[in-house]
């Protein structure tokens, strides 16, 4: 899951969110007065939604991660973005849609199919929509993520 120039599949998971982005770019048609404003991510606009716990019907296998998130931009189609912050704890996690992390605090660690990985605050990845398995908050963390969800 951690950055790789060399590995096919992840110069696909990159090039999937690449897409996302370039999809959720201004219409030609649209007038410059409409122009949309620059989305700060450092800077909430917004209070958060406090949530018990994270993810998709997780099922909780150890400790209290509960969550914080700052949904900061959400386009007219699938891309989202925000801050999102939890406690320490794990749970079973079904990722349903392609996201970006770009951890900023803490250290985590997503394990599946007895393969562990393990991510510090500065490490960037993709998680693919599909993925399933534990997801381990060691250290509270804080992340930037970008979430596409295909038509």
Sequence with gaps: LKQS?????????????????????????????????????????MEPKIAAMAGFEPKLVSGNPSTKVFLQYKNPGDLTCGTWECEPGSWQHNNKVD???????G??????????????????????????????VRVAMKKYYVKHAPA
């Design 5 to 45: 120039t060399s590995c096919p599949h992840h110069t696909q998971q990159r090039i999937t969110m690449l897409r996302a982005i370039a999809a959720a770019r201004l219409p030609a048609s649209r007038a410059m007065s409409s122009m949309p404003s620059i989305t700060r991510m450092n800077t909430p606009a």
């Design 99 to 105: 996201e970006y992390v770009m951890l900023l605090e």
């Design 107 to 136: 250290e985590m660690a997503l394990i599946a199919d007895g393969k562990e990985e393990v991510f510090k605050a500065g490490d960037s990845f993709v998680i693919p929509a599909g993925w399933q398995g534990i997801w381990d």
